[in-house]
């Protein structure tokens, strides 16, 4: 490549020769000095890049392998010495060339001052592999002395539908899925990958189909921004998946590979039915940034399970949830702070153990408080046939602001509860009798022919079939499973 500012051969200089009796062990000096001359070092050079992150974003149908080229410049005034490796070593799908010397690390390589080098990847996929992840990820490291950075490798390992964010607002990075007055549907034909945050922006909605797959990497979520809607339309035999995009099993016990579906306030409810969600940091988190409008968001036959955090958190809404699995959550399963809430047959069981837990399987106030203020309102909760149940003393913590002005009411009606609370509004329930779930370690919450929730519900609710498809009968049981005989 071209010098951009092109400097002396040799920049050593030689001092103090003789005219006329040296001039053949000057020749020797000069040759010595120019041919293991050192490159100076700073310990604070930095390079700069043609682009920060390379993406491969070919859906890799029948090509298995493409090459991009990156362009690495040092800009400084010295020449510098740089080591380059692929962080994922020999275990990557990436390879390199630097400057015509292939390999996943190349030691030594020089840029002159002022001057660049060309840095050729390429990755090597097999698509039809169902074991090869959605998103194939690596980074080049170059290494300046001690000083080390880095560019980003994305490569899209199966053929899916990938959104890859585009913008950018404070630290979250997206990519809007359904603009204003835009109607998006996602159908099950293939898997949808989010990397980052997939959007429904303001007076947008999002429709995802029965037996739709989505994938969402570390960090990233779904955003219905205020105004937005969703509509998650699973059925009993084809459920809507949301979970993390690292499909080996050892992710499994991995409770935060993604961040969270976040709704905030709109003026047309928003529907879950039929859903998976697992393996979030937060399950579903409701949330009204700056009005409480008081659309309902009904969420339905729906299980949240396997998150860092808490399962559904819910601020300043209104939410209305029947015949729901809420379980396995590192915080609460249920976090709900003003509003105005409604549970119908729900399970919420949380036996977390990863950590030592201890929060509450629910939790429930008339205040919240954010890093800016802490905020106050009226609250209504109302549980019905619901159980709650953990592997700690109490599972159930109700927080009143202490302030008359300001309402909290609560109901809990033929509830199986753990918890030491007694209330002149809890009625017809039941206080820390054991469930008898099927095996909670396996997370199978359906009932065994002893469990005292069986036959104790409150009749004339409109819930006709239970979370696994089985119709209710005239006496029905607590929580989200109707004991079969």
């Known amino acids: 490549m071209r010098d951009l500012n092109p400097l002396p051969s040799t920049p050593y200089k030689l001092k103090n020769f003789l005219i006329g009796g040296v001039i053949f062990l000057t020749l020797i000096s000069s040759f010595l000095f120019s041919s293991c001359r050192k490159i100076e070092v700073d310990e604070n050079a930095r390079l700069h890049f043609s682009t920060s992150t390379i993406t491969f974003d070919t859906i890799f149908s ?5 090459t991009k080229r990156l362009t690495v410049y040092n800009r400084n005034n010295f020449p510098v010495s ?10 990557s799908f990436y390879s390199l060339n630097v400057d015509g010397e292939a390999g996943r690390e190349v030691k030594n390589v020089e840029i002159a001052a002022r001057d660049s080098m060309f840095v050729h990847v390429k990755v090597t996929l097999n698509p039809g592999n169902q074991n090869t992840p959605f998103l194939v990820l690596d980074s080049i490291l ?3 002395g001690r000083n080390i950075q880095d560019v980003d490798l994305v490569a899209y390992g199966q053929d899916a539908h990938f959104i890859v964010a585009d913008k950018q607002v404070g630290n979250i990075h997206y990519k809007v899925v359904a603009a204003e007055h835009e109607t998006t549907v996602w159908t099950k034909d293939k898997p949808y990958v989010i990397y980052g945050w997939a959007a429904v922006d303001s007076l947008g909605k999002l429709i995802i189909e029965p037996g739709t797959k989505i994938y969402i990497h570390r960090g990233g979520g779904i955003w219905v921004y205020r105004y937005g809607n969703i509509q998650v339309n699973g059925t009993k035999d084809e459920p809507v998946l949301f979970r993390g995009d690292r499909l080996e099993s050892w992710f499994d016990t991995d409770y935060s590979q993604w961040d969270r579906i976040w709704i905030n306030e709109g003026s047309e409810d928003n529907v879950i039915k039929h859903a998976i969600i697992t393996n979030a940091f937060i399950g579903i988190q409701v949330e009204a940034l700056k009005e409480s409008l008081y659309n309902n968001n009904i969420i339905r036959h729906t299980i949240i399970k396997n998150t860092a955090g808490t399962g559904l958190l819910a601020r300043a809404s209104k939410l209305t949830v029947d015949n729901c699995l809420i379980t396995n959550n590192g915080v609460c399963g249920l976090q709900l702070e003003i509003g105005q809430y409604q549970f119908e047959h729900v399970t919420i069981a949380n036996y977390f153990s990863q950590t030592v837990r201890k929060n509450p399987a629910v939790y429930l106030a008339n205040s919240y408080t954010t890093p800016l203020a802490t905020y106050v309102g009226d609250a209504s909760f109302s549980f019905t046939n619901c159980i709650v149940y953990g592997n700690i003393e109490n599972e159930l ?3 009143k602001y202490n302030d008359n002005t300001i309402q909290l009411h609560k109901i809990f009606e033929n509830c199986l509860l753990r918890t030491t609370l007694r209330d002149e509004n809890f009625i017809a329930c039941l206080y820390n009798e054991n469930p008898q779930f099927s095996d909670y370690r396996k ?5 065994k022919e002893n469990s005292p929730a069986i036959d104790v519900g409150k009749v004339g609710l409109q819930n006709s079939y239970d979370l696994a498809g089985n119709w209710r009968d005239a006496l029905p049981d607590l929580g989200a499973f109707e004991f079969i005989r």
């Open 62 to 66: 029948t090509v298995g392998s493409i």
């Open 82 to 91: 740089v080591n380059v490796r692929l962080a994922e070593g020999s275990n």
């Open 142 to 144: 170059f290494q300046v």
């Open 397 to 399: 913590m109700i927080k």
């Open 443 to 447: 997370l199978d919450f359906t009932l």
